[in-house]
């Protein structure tokens, strides 16, 4: 699997399993290995299609999850930890491979824009990174870094103090090398 | 008798074959990029290209499958007379159908689905909606 990634040009893969135990085969560099707390997904939950869930963990008034869905394929998804078990967005696989991300970072940028504004404004980034990451950080339209979180238990989720234009999501391992950009400003 | 009670079952199976009055679904599946033009009726004050919008409805779920990895990401998510708000889909995912729910998005009643081209590559996939 390693040398079909580097063969492939990949710097780096990162697979998710949305069952029970152990996340990836032992030695797997680039994957999410926290596997959460079985919680029951809430009626809500389940007009999504999700079957399952377990909480991975929550980060201020955020939870993420993984799951599966009533065909049982993997998913991710996270909601208000006020309400356990519901989850807001869900990403889950079209079939029973699991989730296969060509990045160490599942990225999910929250944007509105309202009339008149004529532009993006970041209102929450939310995310899944593999067991090698450690920092995220967002920056502006213009570069600067506006908000960062650390990555524990595979996620993070960031809100930005001030309101601004969506710009670059930045992702380093726990060496501070850089692992993971997406430049949101064009969008 | 029998025709008292072919009346009960026509009315009963009419009743049971109409959608409930915010019932329904939505899709368009094309290719979303920065030089396409919209479909569907988006928002006056955001129409632009590489949108796909479906009509007003009290959706529960704006969604995108993709068939493909790719290095760019669409914004899913809903309109309102005087708000877009949405996700960007994480692209670099293969194969799979990713869902936002309006309350999610401090959104809700009456609303436009939406999905429309945001970074990287012209994209082929299927946005979606369903009430």
Known sequence: MVCLLVAAGLTAAFLV???????????????IGASGKPVTPSAASRKLGIASLQLIGTRGNRAFYRGSDADNHPCLGAGDASNLGTVGFTLCSRDERPLIASDPVIAVPDVQMTEGSGRWQLVRLDGFAADSVARVTATDSAGVVVAEAQVVDNVFSIVPATAVEPGTIKAYDRNGKLVFSHDYSGG | MNRRLLSVVAVAASLALTPAASAGIWSWTGTFSS?????????????????????????????VNNG???????????????????KYDPEGVCCATFQVTPGELGMGGYLIAQTEYATGNPYNATAWASA
């Open chain 2, 35 to 63: 030089t396409n033009p919209h479909t569907g009726p988006c928002i006056w004050w955001h129409s632009g290209q590489g949108q796909a919008c479906s009509g007003w409805n009290y959706w529960n779920t704006s969604a």
């Open chain 2, 68 to 86: 493909a990895a790719n290095d760019g990401s669409l914004l899913v998510g809903f309109q309102n007379n005087n708000r877009i708000r949405g």
């Open chain 1, 17 to 31: 399993r949305a069952r029970t135990g152990p996340a990836a085969p032992p030695g797997y560099p680039s994957t």
